[in-house]
């Protein structure tokens, strides 16, 4: 930022996105979990730490009823997460904290318990390799976790000897014998996930006289210990009285290729049955049914370069002891759904969908596959639980107008309340509108605008384009990496458009951009930017796009298709689709979606000839979705073969931010302050002509 925007510690900003320090120290909420008696919810709240550097994760309880402030129930500097209920109103949580049993103990991620009748959370299990997640049973006292182990060990005590050796000899190598080897920002292998059962051990000292709150250790047992790295992406669920697990594993096939299979694991024999494994389909467990009975399923389609995938959802009865066809679940229904959970009485499941901006909560009825909208405003919710008597739900909820907020619905009406929370909505300056134009087709292309207080025709907003990533997503919910709010302070204008390829608009408008990037997104996204700006309080002259990810893709196509930007700002992005597709940590999906002269035809450094706009590269080492490859190729090929080269003196308008330890997102607060910090002197320079100095950190 420029330092003359920054307050004094005496002044206090106009909002906290007038200030990037504010910015990150707003509170983060996610994740919300029930109690069995439907009387205690508790959220996970993200805060900055006193350094700036970090965010610390905490538990707090909300009140259901919303008669109650918000509390913290956890502290510590390693923060906790992972909150999940057991049948008896204990709460199971993660926590790499320090076990006071056990101070000179290295720090992992393990188990620990909160009584449902209060007192102090203690250490339940630890394990040298840590704890990844926990499950339970919503009625019976059943208790699992998530939790890796190094694929060569036998036991728990071997796994922990194996890890020592290779930390004490300083050993990171894995031979890998199969695909993929990473995902996103992790190096996949040695170690693969496994599910385990949380049992009662036995007392090391029977009859030694201790504390009334003294418990017998617990033990692990290994449910899945031949399924390899399958487990690596998973969905898992279990049944409410604890005897199955539903989990999809990946199932390796020729050439690399894989799919999702749909299993059950057997808790008390640990055996494990495919119920689900069709050619060209992936399957993904949902919830259960209050009788155990019945799950969801969700299906996808493998892609293929003139087909998008499908995503439906079914009903599998799954109380017999032979599986039965699958039965389509609201498949009229022109929207890809997530099932989130059923009503006790097993009469509806509740789930939530992209729609038209916003990602609502709807009912579906088991008997008819009649959809019903439950909530109607424009918001997008997630982590939905109901109430034990089936009249509540409980959600998180998010838009472009305030961040996630945990609150209550009322099923009957639809009526939504917000629950006190554990910090007041951030007040932004500006105000968010809905707008859309018509395609060449004919097709409806919309978009959220957000506009800076007082643009009018006599003080004309800049205008900044937005580009999502995905492409199958849709600009429906508060996002913290991509927020316009800090840009709107700023006197810009922010278009947040959904073109073809995007969710929420049937799978016709995903269909007419399938395999066709340059195309029909392309034109939606000119023809919704030629509508905004014909208002007069947008000033056409001074525009600039930007885009991350799939949005950086279509940034790098903007920038050879045009030249009505004064700049664009491409981060994590797609450059040359020939290098892209064999490189990135999942080849398997990508070189599915388009034959060899497809991603040729739609690749954007075969244009770069073409580009006379100044553009800003924004790239992450630890990025494996898109590699670090195609962010060096296009800064090269900038600098070398555009219209605007290096000079003589090795000088050009476009610049290259790099970040060495950032992956496809870039996480780190004060990274994610040079990130803001950076766009904006680069915006300022070359769209409004003003000078804003750059952040102070970057040492030039």
Not at 311 to 327: A, F, I, P
Not at 573 to 588: E, I, K, M, N
Not at 592 to 608: F, G, I, Q
């Amino acid at each position: 930022m420029d330092s003359t925007d920054s307050p004094t510690p005496s002044t206090q900003p106009e909002t906290p996105f007038h200030d990037l320090d504010h910015y990150l120290a707003i509170p983060r909420v996610s994740g919300l979990a029930l109690s069995p008696d439907g009387n205690r919810l508790v959220t996970t709240v993200s805060t900055l730490n006193s350094k700036g550097t970090e965010f610390a994760t905490a538990l707090w309880e909300l009140d259901p009823a919303g008669r109650n402030h918000a509390r913290r129930i956890t502290r510590s500097s390693k923060g906790e997460a992972g909150a999940a209920f057991a049948a008896n109103g204990d709460l199971y949580f993660t926590s790499a904290r320090p076990d006071p049993d056990s101070p000179d103990a290295d720090p992992v991620n393990a188990l620990w318990l909160l009584p449902a009748d209060g007192g102090e959370a203690r250490v339940v299990h630890s394990r040298a390799g840590g704890i990844n997640a926990v499950l339970t049973a919503t009625d019976a006292d059943a208790t699992f976790i998530n939790a890796d182990v190094l694929a060569g060990s036998t036991d728990e005590d071997n796994d922990e000897e194996r890890r020592k050796s290779r930390k004490d000899n300083k050993v990171s190598a894995i031979l890998h014998s199969g695909y993929p080897i990473r995902y996103w920002d992790a190096d996949l292998g040695p170690a693969q996930p496994r599910i385990f059962a949380v049992e009662p051990g036995e007392t090391e000292e029977p009859g030694k006289p201790s504390t009334i709150d003294t418990q017998p250790p617990l033990k692990l047992r290994n449910l899945t210990t031949g399924v390899g790295g399958s487990l690596r992406e998973a969905k898992t669920v279990v049944s409410p009285d604890g005897r199955t697990i539903y989990t999809c594993l990946t199932k390796a096939l020729a050439k690399a290729d894989s799919r999702e299979v749909l299993a059950a694991v057997d808790v008390a024999t640990g055996a494990v049955k495919i119920l689900l494994d069709h050619e060209g389909m992936s399957y993904f467990p949902g919830p259960v049914s209050p009788d155990n009975r019945t799950l969801v399923v969700e299906s996808e389609s493998d892609t293929t370069p003139t087909r998008a995938p499908q995503v439906k959802l079914h009903l599998l009865n799954v109380s017999g002891g032979e599986t039965t066809d699958l039965e389509p679940l609201a498949h009229q229904w022109d929207r890809w759904a997530t099932a989130r959970a059923w009503l006790p009485d097993g009469s509806a499941i509740l789930v939530t969908a992209d729609d038209d901006g916003a990602s609502p909560v709807f009912r579906v009825d088991v008997a008819s596959g009649g959809v019903t909208r439950v909530t109607t405003d424009a918001a997008a919710y997630t982590d939905v639980v109901v109430s034990p008597d089936g009249t509540t739900a409980y959600a998180l909820r998010s838009s472009y107008e305030f961040p996630a907020e945990a609150v209550r619905i009322d099923l009957a009406t639809g009526d939504v309340v917000r629950l006190p929370a554990p910090a007041e909505r951030p007040v932004y300056k500006g105000h968010l509108e809905r707008v859309a134009t018509r395609a060449e087709d004919g097709s409806r292309v919309p978009a959220y605008l957000a506009l800076p207080e007082g643009a009018s025709a006599g003080n004309p907003a800049p205008l900044l384009l937005w580009i999502h990533g995905g492409p199958l997503g849709s600009w429906n919910a508060w996002t913290w990496r991509w927020n316009p709010w800090l840009l709107v302070a700023k006197g810009y204008a922010v278009l947040l458009p959904d073109p073809a390829l995007s969710t929420g608009y049937g799978q016709d408008y995903i269909q007419r951009g399938w395999g066709e990037w340059g195309k029909k997104p392309f034109q939606d996204l000119m023809a919704i930017t030629d509508a905004v700006v014909q208002r007069p309080d947008i000033d056409e002259s001074r525009t600039a796009a930007m885009g991350g990810s799939f949005g950086g893709y279509m940034a790098n196509w903007v920038a050879g298709q045009t030249d009505r930007f004064k700049a664009i700002v491409t981060h994590a992005s797609l450059w040359a689709l020939d290098q892209f597709g064999p490189t990135t940590d999942a080849a398997q999906y990508w070189l599915k979606e388009m034959t060899v002269e497809m991603a040729m035809e739609n690749s954007p450094h075969l244009n770069v000839g073409n580009i006379k706009t100044p553009m800003l590269v924004i790239h992450g080492d630890k990025d494996y979705r898109v590699p670090i490859g195609e962010g060096l190729r296009l800064w090269y090929e900038l600098l070398s073969s555009s219209q605007l080269p290096a000079d003589e003196n090795g000088q050009s308008p476009h610049r290259f931010l790099y970040f060495p330890d950032e992956n496809h997102w870039v996480l780190q607060p004060q990274h994610a302050k040079i990130w803001y910090g950076v766009v904006e002197h680069f915006l300022a320079k070359e769209v409004l002509g003003e000078d804003v100095a750059l952040p102070e950190e970057l040492g030039i």
